[in-house]
């Protein structure tokens, strides 16, 4: 049979977490617009990553051709110091968190990560890092509560916390009403090196 089944494929992407206490400063400081905004669809606080690279849906088989460069990748590679910081939106429709702190080190870190993908092979669209948070989507024939949201979050600083694991994740294809829900693949922790 050639019908390909939904398992065949998975949608990944390379990521960055924020550890719990970062987020849980964050969440604090957006409990006003949870109250304030409760139509929009609000991302489940363990799903909030930075994106290194977005590799969109591949074959599943890909999955071990990128674990052992990863691995070695995180391995060799230093924690990022890292915070969240303020609020935007893109297209008055996703609300995010800004990231601050050292963004050299995250921008050399995801032309790392997206060299890697490139030699496993794997072919995805090579964006330029916006570095963010996204935390909310505003629903489709609703209007967008994302820019006054972010209006909110301007003045918030997060403490600086080290990026210390980098995260395979996969998600669901987030068909349907229903929030996407995100899950690691494998992480590995930074090694420290160079």
Excluded at 55 to 73: D, N, S
Excluded at 82 to 111: K, N, Q, Y
Excluded at 171 to 181: A, L, T, V
Aim: glycine share 10%.
């Amino acid at each position: 049979m050639n019908a390909q089944t939904p398992s065949a494929t998975v949608r990944i992407f390379i990521a960055l977490a924020p550890p719990d206490d970062a987020k849980e400063e964050l969440a604090k400081e957006l409990r006003p617009a949870y109250d304030a905004y409760p139509r929009m669809r609000w991302n489940r606080i363990e799903d909030w990553h930075i994106t290194l690279a977005f590799l969109g849906e591949l074959p599943v088989a890909t999955v071990p051709l990128l674990r052992p460069p990863l691995a070695a990748l995180a391995a060799g590679h230093r924690p990022v110091p890292l915070a969240l910081h303020g609020g935007g939106h893109f297209d008055d429709r996703v609300l995010w968190s800004g990231i601050g702190g050292d963004l050299d080190g995250l921008h050399a870190l995801a032309t790392e990560v997206r060299a890697v993908v490139k030699a496993c092979g794997v072919p995805f669209e090579d964006r330029p890092l916006r570095p963010h948070l996204t935390l909310a989507r505003s629903r489709r024939n609703e209007p967008s509560c994302a820019v006054e949201a972010a209006e909110a979050l301007d003045s918030f600083t997060g403490r600086l916390w080290p990026a210390e694991r980098l995260h395979l994740v996969g998600s669901n294809i987030g068909r349907g009403p229903g929030p996407i829900h995100y899950r690691d693949i494998e992480a590995w922790s930074f090694g420290g090196g160079s």
